[in-house]
């Protein structure tokens, strides 16, 4: 709650109109395009599986991808961001509960949807007391959405199912070396070792990823500050 107290409320009031907007398009995402691009993966003679594949990359690179990669240039405090994660967490979790979920990228296996919502709030909202500048938060949240996401593509373009290989693996390497340079020689090991992390089986990435990669991150900002050095 302390903690909490230490944002000023004018940059509550001041995030206001952009989370707002945000939290539309995040929504459009979420119930409309993603939906779309479900429908035309099967219109291209895709599985149900692989159409639901290419929904949830979708959002990971429209929804949570991009809202990450626009909160150091729109962002003044965590909270809002925050609290519409938690938000969208809540509106994927209870179609879940209720038995209802949205076919078009919901899996009846796992709720992996609702812990990358979960996985996006969380690290925004404890990394921003570290670093105001919301990079040291982002960066995990960016491998995890976009690294994540294009692996998953590719692997669902060759393979047409949800599932591990390593094509897919050198296509997350390449995008996570060139995300995790936005923080020096940390970020690009960051990004080279989460690559392989999401690699494992029968674990959530969308939780290993950012977990594995934060942990680096901050290992190196506290104890070799010089390999964080482009951030500042």
């Not at 990669?69 to 938000?87: C, Q, R």
């Not at 909202?125 to 959405?145: E, K, N």
Request: contains cysteine.
């Amino acid at each position: 709650m302390q903690a909490i107290l230490q944002v000023p409320m004018e940059s509550i009031y001041a995030d206001m109109p952009v989370f707002a907007g945000l939290a539309v398009w995040n929504l459009f995402v979420l119930f409309v395009l993603s939906k779309k691009v479900y429908e035309f993966a099967l219109r291209k003679g895709r599985s149900i599986n692989s159409s639901m594949y290419f929904s949830r990359k979708a959002i990971h690179f429209l929804a949570g991808g991009l809202t990450a990669m626009l909160l150091p240039f729109v962002a003044h405090e965590p909270i809002l961001p925050s609290l519409m994660a938690f938000g969208l967490a809540i509106a994927t979790y209870v179609p879940h509960k209720l038995n209802r979920r949205m076919y078009w990228f919901q899996d009846p296996e796992n709720i992996y949807d609702v812990d990358f919502t979960l996985s996006w709030g969380l690290i925004v909202f404890f990394t921003w007391y570290i670093d105001r500048t919301f990079w040291l938060g982002v960066i995990p949240v960016l491998f995890m959405a976009y690294g994540d996401g294009i692996t998953g593509i590719i692997r669902n373009l060759k393979y047409n199912k949800r599932t591990k290989a390593w094509e897919g693996t050198a296509g997350m390497l390449v995008l996570c070396i060139i995300i995790g340079a936005k923080m020096g020689t940390a970020g690009i090991f960051a990004g080279i070792v989460c690559s392989f992390v999401e690699r494992i089986e029968n674990v959530d990435d969308n939780i290993t990823v950012p977990a594995v990669s934060l942990s680096i991150l901050l290992g190196a900002y506290y104890y070799f500050p010089s390999f964080t050095s482009a951030l500042y």
